[in-house]
């Protein structure tokens, strides 16, 4: 069982910038693959970036390429976000997602997930 935490979101204008992190306890962190996804009202839950268990591989959706930065810190159990540049249409809740077997980008390839945290950007 892996029990993931999310924080960081809130208000911020068009153009600010806000890092989100997920904390993880239960089993070892280290082993699994972390994605963020995030999901808008009235739509879809969509990925946003992932990070591989090293973090030697990055992934991005097309709409983050350029602005948003996954990163990890595996002594601290922890995947962060980075969202520079934010747009109003980045508003949305943001999760973290865990894969047990290095999977990414999709939805039903997640093991464990956390509950969200709602990023708000005004323009």
């Known amino acids: 069982q892996v029990r993931l935490l999310e924080s960081g979101g809130g208000l911020v204008q068009a153009g600010g910038s806000l890092r989100l992190s997920c904390a993880a306890s239960g089993r070892t962190f280290s082993s699994f693959a972390m994605d963020w996804f995030r999901q808008a009202p009235g739509k879809e839950r969509e990925f946003v970036a992932g990070i591989s268990w090293s973090g030697s591989s990055l992934y991005y959706a097309d709409s983050v390429k350029g602005r948003f930065t996954i990163s990890r810190d595996n002594t601290k159990n922890t995947v962060y976000l980075q969202m520079n540049s934010l747009k109003p249409e980045d508003t949305a809740v943001y999760y973290c997602?865990?894969?047990?077997?290095?999977?990414?980008?999709?939805?039903?390839?997640?093991?464990?997930w956390g509950k969200g945290t709602l990023v708000t950007v005004s323009s």
């Open positions: 997602a865990a894969s047990s077997l290095g999977r990414h980008r999709y939805t039903g390839v997640m093991d464990y």
